[in-house]
């Protein structure tokens, strides 16, 4: 369940100040169900995309293009925006052709390859037919560099010299010389338990990233890689029935639930030879987890290390013969984030990224790892570091210090003094540096307005404004909610973040239907200070239904600190949280507070799922993919917030949904995939059982052959249509 990114979460669509037009889109302005969701007759209200822009390693500013397969390249003129086109070596189509790739396969193979494309770059590695290609553009030519079709292989990474490959076949590393094509096998032993380069499924669900399952770097010099080898023979097997086909599609996954044990794991430096160099467990005797695995820029590997339930990281340095020490260490009153790598200047020092305060801050260590001081503090959070200006002597960075639900860009000194803010208008940005700092391409939007990009000087002066897309012309044709933003306070004060979608002619005299969408999971915020073509809300606004979203304390992102008073409590400060909120909405007059409906999906299926069965605030619930007892969840996540079962029963038994199912309240709409490898349908069977020994009535929709979230077109637009009717039927 990623903090960052929740898969079924929808970030809220900020719309505010158009006009209506009589002659409208719809005939009338009017939204419907199958203009957003219908596979065959939704539109698309898409704003013109931006110009591709990005910068080379010589410091050019590159405008790219993708034209039937073409890739077209230009180098853009700063100051007068003149554009030069570069040599024509990225007609990737005519490359594929000439190699006699499919012709079913070259269009995309072709569109994704010139996408890739940058002026500094010849080699590219591509599969196809199970088989590693190389692109090589010097030559013009494009080659397999493996000859086994029939089994695959997979997560190919070029070294950084591009003379060799590395990938995975089953669960093993091999390696190719990309001059002869010559495979060398570097690991052996790879089988349904023993997993070397590759992650298991809740390391690369939970630790390093959903959907990337490489565990293994290259280093520098391009002669060894440092990887991770993972032991899943103690972890329980999961199986999903694919009854949703014939024969049946069973999927069998190693998933470590709460409590269970968890795949051992090595890290290991191989060379191109096959010889393996195993470091040694610095905490023998305890559980751990390696959270982050690379190498220094002068060649040293280094790795984060954790405790099971995560209270402490340390990272630590190896030496040639791999021997390690602790460099730096944090702990927390509750549990500590991952966190990134160190950012090297050439001196050998480095900034370090900590929450170590409760809020994401920077801070300089020296060239013997001994601490120099914070470069930022106060009461907002570093988003990410992109660079260190060492000619100015400046840290380059974005973060929320002026905004709390948006992203601006910021440069201070190496010793913490002369903090500026880059960017001027409010919203949320996204900053590209170009490599000597001079220049930065910024693409941003905001609640009220359209995506933009321009570029500016490192002072943050605008050079050119690049794109300015406006309000798409099918968004003016449109009637649409009246959005307003606000914070409401909590019972202990803290400024919680809200969206009201009024219904157009709004009457504050009447009272409304509520529809609530949350996800409310730990750092996931759905209020944020940018531009969403998601209509869903304004279509609601249209049938009649004020739409409510707000996020609680813990999940607003607003330091670290704000979400500790949940650590093994799941639940319980979040439902105080959402009624502090109802408590506004009521206030306020124009909310029927005997109709609202509260929607959520995976994290947000939870809560749903836990505030119908611990409140009666709510009348109608949609519960999707939820979590019903944390005991059922993976153990990093779940034990990061709530320790372990075995040390924790009372707080996993008053966060639990399935013990409470006799006490729920309300109408509800469990929905599920049943083939969801995230949060397991065993959740909904087990709840649906209680609710069932408990009297209480229920509907359920199950999506066959479908994962975490519903994907296929035609199984979605049943989910709409069926939530709809719900909605109507019982609010």
Do not use: C
């Not at 770059?121 to 493996?146: G, Q």
């Not at 406006?470 to 009637?479: F, H, I």
């Not at 992102?557 to 105080?576: D, M």
């Amino acid at each position: 369940m990623k903090r960052t990114i929740p898969l079924s979460a929808i970030t809220v669509a900020i719309i505010t100040g158009f006009a209506v037009n009589a002659a409208a889109y719809a005939g009338d302005g009017k939204l419907t169900l199958e203009m957003l969701y219908h596979p065959e007759q939704r539109q698309n209200f898409n704003a013109a995309p931006l110009t591709r822009l990005s910068w080379d390693n010589q410091n050019r500013l590159i405008e790219s293009k993708v034209n039937k397969g073409v890739a077209e390249l230009f180098v853009v003129n700063p100051t007068t925006w003149e554009k030069t086109a570069l040599p024509a070596d990225g007609n990737v189509l005519s490359i594929l052709k000439a190699a006699k790739i499919d012709e079913k396969e070259i269009g995309k193979l072709a569109d994704q390859l010139s996408a890739r494309i940058k002026p500094e770059t010849k080699s590219y590695i591509f599969t196809y037919k199970n088989d590693i290609w190389l692109l090589d553009l010097n030559a013009a030519k494009a080659r397999a560099l493996t000859n086994t079709p029939n089994e695959q292989e997979d997560e190919a990474l070029l070294s950084p010299d591009a003379k060799t490959v590395a990938y995975l076949k089953g669960n093993d590393m091999y390696a190719t010389d990309v001059a002869t094509a010559k495979e060398k096998r570097l690991t052996t032993g790879g089988s349904e338990t023993i997993f070397n380069g590759r992650l298991d499924w809740v390391y690369q669900e939970e630790v390093y990233g959903r959907g990337d399952f490489r565990a293994f770097r290259w280093a520098p010099d391009s002669k060894k890689l440092a990887f991770l080898s993972f032991d899943e023979t103690k972890v329980p097997v999961y199986t999903l029935s694919g009854d949703h086909a014939q024969p049946v599609k069973t999927d069998r996954t190693r998933y470590p639930k709460a409590g269970d044990p968890n795949p051992i794991t090595k890290l290991g430096v191989v060379d191109l030879n096959g010889k393996i160099s195993w470091t040694q467990d610095p905490y023998a005797g305890k559980e751990t987890l390696i959270v982050q695995v690379d190498w220094t820029p002068d060649g040293r590997l280094m790795a984060a290390w954790q405790d099971r339930v995560q209270t402490w990281l340390d990272l630590r340095i190896y030496d040639t013969k791999l021997n390690s020490k602790a460099v730096v260490k944090e702990t927390s009153p509750a549990w500590t984030e991952r966190l990134p790598l160190p950012h090297f200047l050439k001196d050998g020092s480095f900034i370090w990224e900590s929450s170590r305060t409760g809020h994401h801050h920077l801070y300089h260590y020296d060239k013997n790892f001994q601490l120099v001081k914070a470069v930022t503090q106060g009461d907002w959070d570093v988003r990410s570091v992109h660079g260190v200006d060492e000619a100015n002597n400046r840290v380059l960075f974005a973060a929320n210090e002026r905004n709390p639900i948006g992203n601006d860009e910021y440069s201070v000194n190496l010793d913490g003094s002369n903090l500026k803010r880059l960017t001027e208008e409010k919203g949320t940005h996204m900053v590209r540096w170009n490599e000597t700092f001079t220049h930065f391409v910024d693409t941003w939007s905001s609640m009220t307005q359209t995506p933009k990009q321009a570029l500016f000087t490192d002072a943050g002066v605008q050079v050119k404004l690049v794109d300015d897309a406006g309000v798409p012309t099918k968004y003016k044709e449109l009637q649409l909610a009246t959005v307003k933003h606000q914070q409401i306070k909590s019972r202990n004060g803290f400024p919680m973040e809200s969206v009201l979608f009024l219904p157009p002619n709004f009457d504050s005299t009447k009272k409304y239907p509520v529809y609530q969408h949350l996800y409310a999971g730990p750092m996931a915020p759905q209020v944020r200070d940018m531009w969403n073509t998601n209509l869903y809300y304004h279509f609601l606004a249209q049938q009649g239904y004020v739409v409510w979203v707000m996020d609680n304390q813990s999940a607003s992102n607003k330091g670290v600190s704000s979400a500790w008073p949940i650590h093994k409590k799941l639940g319980q400060l979040e439902l105080q949280d959402q009624l502090d909120g109802l408590e506004w909405l009521r206030q306020q007059g124009f909310a029927d507070m005997d109709r609202i409906a509260l929607n959520g999906w995976s994290y947000g299926g939870y809560f749903t799922s836990y505030a119908m069965t611990h409140s009666k605030a709510w009348k109608v619930g949609f519960v999707g993919a939820p979590v019903t007892d944390w005991r059922f969840y993976d153990s990093i996540y779940t034990e990061r917030y709530m320790g372990l079962p075995q040390e924790n029963a009372e707080g996993y038994d008053k966060g639990s949904s399935l013990k409470a199912a006799k006490d729920l309240s309300g109408k509800i709409l469990i929905m599920h995939g049943t083939m969801d490898d995230n949060v397991h349908p065993q959740n909904t069977v087990m709840f649906i059982d209680a609710l069932a020994k408990g009297n209480k009535e229920y509907s359920l929709q199950l999506y066959p052959g479908q994962g975490h979230g519903v994907a296929d077109a035609w199984q979605n637009w049943s989910l709409q249509k069926a939530k709809w009717k719900f909605l109507q039927d019982n609010l």
